[in-house]
């Protein structure tokens, strides 16, 4: 089965190549319980989610599991959603250029250098403000991207520690011959080979 057709939880889970077991370990949950998550035949408490985000670092979960469900976790901003890096990183750093290009980091130095609002200049300091929340968004949108680690190139860079792997029947991923230690070391915090 291909990967975007698997449910939000389960793709999460193989984000973090953890098997169903190890994953209802860490969560405190049966693997029955955990199944039933991902088939679709349950769907997880709100402080499940909260939990598989944490433990599969996929933050992205709890926006697509409000989506789903509708039931607010308090974890996500308003007005987030799900991107790619690309997309919103090209976002935040638009944002950040349009407001220096504006000078609005000047004028905000302006209002604020006497300590008060004035009448008269409120409405700038309003979309000073307005333009702010824009970055933060952009910036938060960063934060919760959704990432895929099956590209072929993925793994490969130093920063993550692990190697491509084949998948052959979305059930079990298999390591590239020699490398089983060094994943399984890198996965549990320890420092790489």
Same mark, same amino acid.
């Given at each position: 089965?291909s990967?975007?057709?698997?449910?939000?939880?389960?793709?999460?889970?193989?984000?973090?190549?953890?098997?169903?077991?190890?994953?209802a370990?860490?969560?405190? %949950?049966?693997?029955?319980?955990?199944?039933?998550?991902?088939?679709? %035949?349950?769907?997880?408490?709100?402080?499940?989610?909260?939990?598989?985000?944490e433990?599969?670092?996929?933050?992205?979960?709890?926006?697509?599991?409000?989506?789903?469900?509708?039931?607010?976790?308090?974890?996500?901003?308003?007005?987030?959603?799900?991107?790619s890096?690309p997309?919103?990183?090209i *976002?935040?750093?638009?944002?950040?250029?349009?407001f220096?290009?504006?000078?609005r980091? *000047?004028? $905000?130095?302006?209002?604020?250098?006497d300590?008060?609002?004035?009448?008269a200049?409120?409405?700038?300091?309003?979309? @000073?403000?307005?333009? $702010?929340d824009e970055? @933060?968004?952009?910036?938060?949108?960063v934060?919760?991207?959704?990432?895929?680690?099956?590209?072929?190139d993925?793994?490969?860079s130093?920063?993550?520690?692990?190697?491509?792997?084949?998948?052959?029947?979305?059930?079990?991923? @298999?390591?590239?011959?020699?490398?089983?230690?060094?994943?399984?070391?890198?996965?549990?915090?320890?420092?790489?080979?």
């Amino acid at each position: 089965m291909s990967e975007k057709y698997l449910n939000c939880y389960q793709r999460a889970r193989k984000n973090t190549q953890l098997s169903q077991e190890r994953a209802a370990e860490k969560l405190y %949950l049966s693997v029955e319980s955990l199944k039933a998550y991902e088939t679709g %035949l349950r769907v997880p408490p709100n402080a499940t989610v909260v939990a598989m985000a944490e433990i599969y670092q996929t933050p992205w979960l709890a926006l697509e599991h409000l989506k789903n469900t509708s039931a607010p976790l308090g974890v996500l901003p308003e007005g987030i959603t799900v991107q790619s890096l690309p997309t919103a990183a090209i *976002r935040l750093i638009n944002s950040v250029l349009d407001f220096a290009e504006q000078h609005r980091d *000047r004028q $905000l130095l302006r209002i604020a250098e006497d300590g008060v609002i004035s009448e008269a200049e409120r409405p700038a300091f309003e979309n @000073i403000v307005a333009e $702010l929340d824009e970055i @933060i968004r952009a910036a938060l949108q960063v934060k919760f991207v959704e990432t895929k680690k099956d590209r072929s190139d993925a793994g490969t860079s130093k920063r993550s520690g692990f190697k491509t792997f084949v998948e052959n029947d979305c059930t079990n991923s @298999i390591p590239e011959s020699g490398l089983i230690g060094k994943s399984i070391f890198a996965q549990e915090g320890g420092d790489s080979l």
